[in-house]
Structures are given as C-alpha cells and as structure tokens.
C-alpha cells in the first residue's frame, strides 16, 4: 500500500533553532507538495515541486523558509531560525501531475517554544 | 483566486444520512475532492469527481456537483461513529492547477 512518509511525526524545539521535516513522496509520482496547517488560518499551501523543479513557493516567507528535491524520493522543508508562530502541523503532499489528485502524508507537528 | 467555503459543523444521529455542502468560485475549476481528516492524521482522500459529471456515487458516498450554481455536496449514507471527521473540499483551478481547500466541515456523529 504505497504512502507518503514524514519524518519526524513530531518536533519540539526552542525559538531560533533549525528545523528540517522530510517527505518521501510516493513512488512514481512526479508532484509534491508542501503545506502548513493552523487553526486559526487553516490549510496553507507553502510550496510545490514537479519533477524536483520548484513551481511556486509563494506560499512561504522567504526568509525563513526553504524547500528542496535532493532526489525524487526525498522533499525537505526547512525553517531557520524557527519561531513560536510557525507552530503548526506540517502536511506534505504527491501526485501524478496528469490528474492532479494529492495524497497526504500524516504531517509533522512543530512546536516551536 | 479560488474561494472555497464550507459550513464549520454538522451533527448527525448514527444511521442517519450526513450531507455536507461545498461552494466554490471559480467556474472553470476541473476536479473537485473530498478529503478525511481524523484526529491527529493526515487528509485522507474519500472521492473525486470531474467537471462533466453531475453526480459519483462510491459505497456509500454520493457526491453531487451543480455547476451552474458552484454547489457541491457529499453525502454518507448510514453515518456510523467512524466517520466523525472533519471533510474538506478542495477544488483544483487556475492555470497552475492548485488546489484549494475550503475550511472543513467537522462531522459528529452522535449514538
């Protein structure tokens, strides 16, 4: 049963300290995507990737956050230096761009103190 | 851009049906989902359905899209206490084909 992993499922760090959130998209797909999930705003699409290529990270403040494709098994989003307002639950997304449809993984769960 | 609205909550007795409503603004929109949210997981994805279909049916999942109206629906037959939820819609548009989530409709079903 093919499925998007996250790694780690939860991280709890103090303000100022580098996180990295790993996604291992499902084989064969060709789409990625990078989403943070609050509350208060919801489902918020930060970034996407297809075929490793970055498409639109507007989604993102810039100067904290970075998303990156090493590989095609492996999308990583990262946040230096880490702030309590990035608390959130952190979705990671694939698909097969041909029909758009996205599988989620379970997410990370940032704490940042 | 896209607008996707959902009502927050929805309660429904177990055996009843459940039927949740979605509206969205952008016509030329050609996938609209229907995702899962349990405590704690991620979106699962329960059915899709494209712009040339008025209405899927999936066990005991029915969507219904009105286009004309921007109206889209999911209803769950025989609602059990597996699935309180939160379902959300989501509607695929715009030439960079993103999705947009509405904000969930958070489903308890009571015994």
């Known amino acids: 049963d093919a499925r998007v992993t996250q790694t780690p499922r939860h991280k709890v760090t103090e303000m100022g300290q580098e996180v990295t959130m790993r996604c291992q998209p499902i084989?064969?797909?060709?789409?990625v995507f990078w989403y943070r999930q609050t509350m208060m705003q919801g489902l918020e699409l930060l970034a996407y990737?297809?075929?490793?290529?970055?498409?639109?990270d507007s989604g993102m403040p810039k100067d904290r956050f970075s998303a990156e494709m090493p590989d095609a098994t492996l999308a990583t989003l990262k946040i230096q230096p880490s702030e309590p307002r990035d608390s959130a639950v952190y979705f990671c997304?694939?698909?097969?761009?041909?029909?758009?449809?996205?599988?989620f993984g379970p997410g990370t769960r940032l704490t940042v103190l | 851009g896209e607008d996707v609205e959902q009502s927050l909550f929805l309660s429904v007795r177990e055996g009843d049906s459940s039927v949740i409503n979605c509206t969205y603004t952008?016509?030329?929109?050609?996938?609209l989902y229907w995702y899962k949210q349990e405590p704690g997981a991620g979106l699962q994805l329960l059915t899709y359905i494209f712009s040339n279909m008025d209405m899927k049916q999936d066990q005991r999942l029915t969507v219904l899209l009105n286009k004309k109206d921007k109206h889209l629906s999911l209803r769950i037959a025989d609602t059990q206490t597996g699935d309180s939820a939160i379902y959300f819609c989501a509607v695929v548009s715009g030439s960079a084909r993103q999705l947009t989530f509405g904000s969930g409709t958070q489903l308890t079903v009571l015994p």
């Open positions: 084989l064969g797909h060709n789409t």
């Open positions: 952008d016509s030329s929109s050609t996938y």
């Open positions: 990737f297809r075929n490793r290529a970055p498409l639109d």
């Open positions: 997304a694939s698909g097969q761009g041909s029909t758009d449809t996205q599988y």
